[in-house]
């Protein structure tokens, strides 16, 4: 016979059934975890107003969601967790709408956005049956981390370098700066300096200095991994801002990255080579505007091996043109 252990740091861990206690980081509005009759572990959370609809849309794996006005005229939305195996990934959700509800101070912009994070989850948790972060989708992300962290953070600064990255926002491009735009790209070295282009408004921007940054990677048990790098950047924002850290664990989730879906260890990467560009009007590149409107889509590949000539120095990407 199996025994299950509860992890002692779950926000459930010691509450009996039917019991309730506040979450203490929100001040602005009620949020508390509870339990229910039957011990399932939940959270709930007050909205100050009631809702106009009481219907939700939200279908989460294994998680209850009652949506109700209280008879005081208040709404409640209530998450409760159908088997406690499941505890890690669900307090991850917990933890990821207790930080939207922190960012805002008005009651009906809090619940929308925390409406927003629940559709957010169901996406994700439709795909928990074989969750898994691809190598491809792994070297992306770290590649995206590598530069904030070894670029940006220095060049710009915490806030700036965490609130440009738009690449979990599912932008055309990778990080929105001030004075430029910024597409980042990796490939394994082994392979050649082949980068796949998977849309036509990629190195496509009609208004700012474009810029591709590509990252040469080979996976290594000695390397780096999304893992460690994105825990770096999160020792660096806690000291920073506890707003800009919970933006970042935000943007994670978006990304795909939640560690508790993951069935192995994420891969480590040891980076070879690091390489700017700058994509101007010569550049390799199918854009919109000489693409055919009969073709919807396009995806291709480019050998960065051969576009020496538009190679720059990073400190290029800084400069106002």
Known sequence: MTIMTINPKLPWSGMTESTRRRVEIISNHDVYWITDIQGRYGIFIASKAAFKSTKSAISLNGISVIKRNSELGHGELILLLAEKVNAEIFNKLCEDLISTINQHQENDAMVSAVEIRLQRWQELLKRSGDFGMSIETQMGLFSELSFIKDVLIPKIGEEQAINAWVGPDFDKQDFLLDHAVVEIKSYRTSKGQL??????????????????VSYGLTQSDNGNSVSGLSESIKQILSIKSKLLFDVFNLKLTDYGYIPELENEPYKGFLVDNTKFFRVNADFPKLTPPIIPTQIPRVKYSIDLSACEDFEIDVSAIFIEE
């Open 195 to 212: 980068v796949s282009i998977s849309s036509a408004e990629q190195l496509y921007c009609e208004k700012q200095p474009l810029y591709l």
